[in-house]
Each structure stands twice: as C-alpha cells, then as structure tokens.
C-alpha cells in the first residue's frame, strides 16, 4: 500500500541543482511537498516537472524580495493563479534591504490575496519577514477564510499577532531552524495543533552542516513531538490530519493516496 510519511508545505524545488531527481526522491520517500516558486515566470517549467508527480504539487508566486525589480510581473501572477490551486511564494518583506520596495510589494501582495479570492479554493503560503502585522491586515481585509486558505511561512511575528492570524483562519508551517532558539521555540509551542504544518524551506534551511531536503520534514515532527512533549505517532497524526484539511480546501483528496494515520 501507498502512503504519505510526511508533508513539506513550503519548499524551493526549482532552486535544488537537479529539480527532477528530487522530485524522484520525494516520490520514493512519500513525503507530499508543495513546490513554491519566486516568480510567476518559472511557474510553468514547475508545473512540467511536477504535473505527473503523486506527491509534489507545484505552486505559482512571486517573491518579496524580488518585487522591486519584477512587479510588472504582478499580471502574469494574477493569470496564473487561475490555473494553480497552491500560491506562494507570496507576501512581504520588511528587512532594511527590502523597504525602499515595500510599497510595491503591498500592492503586489493585496492583488495576488484579490486574485486567489476570486478563483476561490487557492491555498496560500506567505512571506512575512519583518512584516507580520501588516501581512495579517491584508489577508484580513482581502481574504476570506471560507474561500482562501493562508498558510504563513517561517512566522517570526509576536504572539498577539499569531493570535489575530489565528482568528483570520491562518495555519502556520514550521521547519527546524525555527526550533533552534527558545524563542523561536516559545513562539512555536503556542501555535494552536489544529493549525501545525511542516515545511523545510530549502535549500535555504541546514542540518547536520548541509542543505536540507523535503523528508527532512519527518525530523521536524520528531523535533515538534518533543517541544509539545507527545509521542512522535501523536504528531505525526496531528501534522497528517491538518495536511488532509489543507488539501482538502485545494481540491485534492489525498484519501486516494491512502494517507497512513
């Protein structure tokens, strides 16, 4: 029997050296991986590369921190969003470096939120650096939760926010370097368990001094399990059951690929 070990909801597929053999590997370890992408322009090249894939699903986004230099991309985004149930990478970025841009990176972020509303079932992962109260007020105002499913990625933002985030039907996608700190920890451990995702953000998180890859997941739940202090069969149920809503929303009955519990 087919079964999913485990889940990266937020992953650079496309920025791995060979994208194929991961998605091979990804196969061969089950682990159900959604594919972000930076721009709206190597969307397609994802989609061919994940189109006969069980297990990646391939999204259509346009970064942050390239908005300064790719916001006339924002129509060709707002097309795609069409023709793809997952969206990310999305949102905003508030480091230094990024202000000057930071006004065109609301505009692009309010009209990616407006499009996945229109389209509806659109599950999407967002960006928030250094940006999280502004991210929430937009998904607030342009979002509703019945329709369109956010996911914030690496989530860094105070615990209130996390709560207003909460209250905007938010789930918050967790990978190994957000546990290295007590803070990070902390902030983590009051993420409700309904609302707990994995994600390894690679190739731009380490373990072990090398580039992770999407079944370093399986080590995020065993890190989560020890945080919440569950047994590591319980986390992986949480993770697995959140999973199943969350593909759900986008359309995709992952029943069908016989999801062990």
Same mark, same amino acid.
Request: some cysteine.
């Given at each position: 029997?087919?079964?999913?070990?485990?889940?990266d #909801?937020?992953?650079?597929?496309?920025?791995?050296p060979?994208?194929a053999v991961i998605?091979q @590997?990804?196969?061969?370890?089950?682990?159900?991986?959604?594919a972000?992408?930076?721009?709206?322009?190597?969307?397609? @090249?994802?989609?061919?590369?994940?189109?006969?894939?069980t297990?990646v699903?391939a999204?259509?986004?346009l970064?942050?921190?390239l908005?300064?230099e790719?916001?006339?991309?924002v129509?060709? !985004?707002e097309?795609?969003?069409?023709?793809?149930r997952?969206?990310?990478?999305v949102?905003?970025d508030?480091?230094p470096?990024?202000?000057?841009n930071?006004?065109?990176q609301r505009?692009v972020f309010a009209?990616?939120l407006?499009?996945?509303?229109k389209h509806?079932g659109?599950?999407?992962t967002?960006h928030?650096?250094c +940006? +999280?109260?502004?991210?929430i007020? !937009?998904?607030?105002?342009?979002?509703?939760? +019945?329709?369109?499913?956010?996911i914030?990625?690496?989530?860094s933002?105070?615990?209130?926010?996390?709560q207003? +985030?909460?209250r905007a039907?938010?789930?918050?996608?967790v990978?190994t370097a957000m546990?290295?700190h007590?803070?990070?920890?902390?902030?983590? @451990?009051?993420?409700?368990?309904?609302r707990? !995702?994995?994600?390894?953000?690679?190739? #731009?998180t380490?373990i072990?001094?090398?580039?992770?890859?999407p079944?370093?997941a399986?080590?995020?739940?065993?890190?989560?399990?020890? !945080?919440y202090?569950?047994?590591?069969?319980?986390?992986?149920?949480?993770?697995?059951n959140?999973?199943?809503?969350?593909?759900?929303f986008?359309?995709?009955n992952?029943?069908?690929?016989?999801v062990?519990?």
């Amino acid at each position: 029997m087919t079964t999913i070990r485990g889940f990266d #909801f937020h992953c650079h597929v496309d920025l791995h050296p060979d994208p194929a053999v991961i998605i091979q @590997q990804c196969e061969r370890e089950r682990i159900a991986v959604v594919a972000v992408t930076t721009t709206p322009k190597a969307w397609p @090249q994802n989609y061919l590369w994940t189109k006969s894939s069980t297990y990646v699903f391939a999204a259509v986004g346009l970064h942050p921190e390239l908005v300064g230099e790719r916001d006339f991309e924002v129509e060709l !985004l707002e097309k795609r969003i069409r023709d793809s149930r997952f969206v990310g990478e999305v949102g905003l970025d508030g480091s230094p470096q990024h202000r000057p841009n930071y006004d065109k990176q609301r505009e692009v972020f309010a009209r990616t939120l407006d499009a996945s509303q229109k389209h509806r079932g659109r599950v999407v992962t967002i960006h928030s650096r250094c +940006a +999280a109260r502004d991210v929430i007020t !937009l998904i607030e105002e342009h979002i509703d939760p +019945a329709d369109v499913l956010c996911i914030l990625h690496w989530f860094s933002g105070s615990a209130a926010l996390m709560q207003r +985030a909460i209250r905007a039907g938010c789930y918050f996608s967790v990978n190994t370097a957000m546990l290295k700190h007590d803070r990070g920890k902390t902030l983590v @451990q009051s993420i409700p368990q309904d609302r707990l !995702l994995t994600e390894t953000d690679s190739p #731009f998180t380490e373990i072990d001094d090398r580039k992770t890859v999407p079944w370093d997941a399986l080590t995020t739940i065993t890190q989560l399990a020890k !945080l919440y202090g569950e047994p590591d069969s319980k986390m992986k149920n949480i993770i697995t059951n959140n999973a199943k809503c969350v593909f759900q929303f986008a359309g995709i009955n992952l029943e069908e690929i016989n999801v062990e519990v």
